[in-house]
């Protein structure tokens, strides 16, 4: 059995790590999706991007339960202006 040694990291380094993964995890589900927004087409900058839960239930992932929506898009989403079609939320686009 190996034994493992405490590691000590401060609480200002654990955030910066755990910043970091999540970053790199966006952007490997950007290019996932598609690397655009599956509502308006918009592909500028990555930090515009974010997941739309189709079914509104976090704990189930990103995979094909998310689509990938433009900051402006998930807000109308959010708002009930704007909803992604049938063919977007089935997942025959990206």
């Known amino acids: 059995m190996v034994e493992r ?3 000590k990291i401060s609480g200002e380094e654990l955030i910066k790590a ?3 993964r999540r970053r790199k995890i966006k952007l490997l589900a950007i290019e996932y999706k598609g690397g655009k927004c599956q509502i308006c087409g918009y592909n500028k900058y990555p930090g515009a991007f974010n997941l ?3 079914y509104g239930d ?3 992932g990103i995979g094909d339960k998310c689509i ?3 900051a402006n898009c998930h807000r109308e989403i959010e708002a009930g ?3 992604p079609s049938e063919e977007i939320r089935n997942g025959k686009t990206r």
């Open 5 to 7: 040694l405490p590691v």
């Open 18 to 20: 755990v910043a970091k």
């Open 52 to 54: 739309h839960h189709i």
């Open 58 to 60: 976090k704990s189930f």
């Open 68 to 70: 990938l929506v433009c």
């Open 81 to 83: 202006i704007t909803q």
